[in-house]
Nanobody
Framework: VQLQAYGGGLVQVGGSLRLSCAAS????????MGWFRQAPGKEREFVAA????????YHANSVRGRFSISRDNARNTAYLQMNSLKPEDTAIYYC????????????????WGQGTLVTVSS
């Protein structure tokens, strides 16, 4: 499956963005979906994940209560709603699909989107 992430941009502190991840085919419905991010000079880190049914969801401690992952299998699309954005949220955000494995580990994911840049200005 091919993934395309979009929706990033420049936003002020406290603002919101919604990222989308569009999948190329319906095998998306059977994949667990995750969002990861990578800031300049840092390693890629887990942000959020959702099982193929739409639940349960998992969120990193750093974003819990501010970000929310969801999916619409009918549209072959996953989302990451980001609220109360902080400068430390600035990164390239990647969506990824997995058929199995630990949801918080990048190596568990088989397919990756190209990334979308989120910049939070103070």
């Amino acid at each position: 499956v091919q993934l395309q992430a979009y929706g990033g941009g420049l936003v002020q502190v406290g603002g919101s963005l919604r990222l989308s991840c569009a999948a190329s085919d319906r095998t998306f419905s059977w994949q667990h979906m995750g969002w990861f991010r990578q800031a300049p000079g840092k390693e890629r880190e887990f942000v959020a994940a959702v099982r193929w049914r739409g639940s349960p969801t998992y969120h990193a401690n750093s974003v819990r209560g501010r970000f929310s992952i969801s999916r619409d299998n009918a549209r072959n699309t996953a989302y990451l709603q980001m609220n109360s954005l902080k400068p430390e949220d600035t990164a390239i955000y990647y969506c990824a699909a997995s058929s199995s494995g630990d949801w918080y580990k990048p190596e568990s994911y088989d397919y990756w989107g190209q990334g979308t840049l989120v910049t939070v200005s103070s």
